[in-house]
């Protein structure tokens, strides 16, 4: 990929009603944006371009991983990417992009560029605390895994699970509440 022209729609030739097209996103796309927490990628974007009389509908859809370190273990894992966005675009006076969901373009604008719109999708799409399934359901061999349980805080853990709780919370907890009956609100 030398740039992104490859994201360019020239609308002007296209007839009213539904296109469609489908882009890959790997890995090249996201160092035109100079966004570096990515190892790698594979995700396909189906867009839906309905293209109608004074404004065009894009539905996007994307599918797939992106290549990211665990927030843990520093270790990389697949993060699956499955979301959809939608754009409407409308002609006006002057560029504005101030609404996520709404793009103006000037009357004399001839194609437009959505790699943008792709690539904040894609890094949205993102959790913000990023785990790999092994940290999750405890598969992970790791030697990061091993010194974090090795410097957990022990007395603290012995502390609480030694602490008595008060005998009150204990009282309330055998209080059932009835659902049929009713509690003194009208």
Known sequence: MKDLKDFDISFIGLKEGLHQFEYLIEKEFFDFFNYDELNNSNVIVQLSFLKKTTMFELNFSFSGWVEVACDITNELYHQPIKTESELIIKFGETFNNENEELLVI?????????AQYIYESIVLALPLKRIHPGVEDGTLKSDILEKLKELEPKELKDKIDKEDIDPRWNKLKNILIDKNTSNGTS
């Open 106 to 114: 000037p009357h004399s604008e001839f194609k437009v560029n959505v």
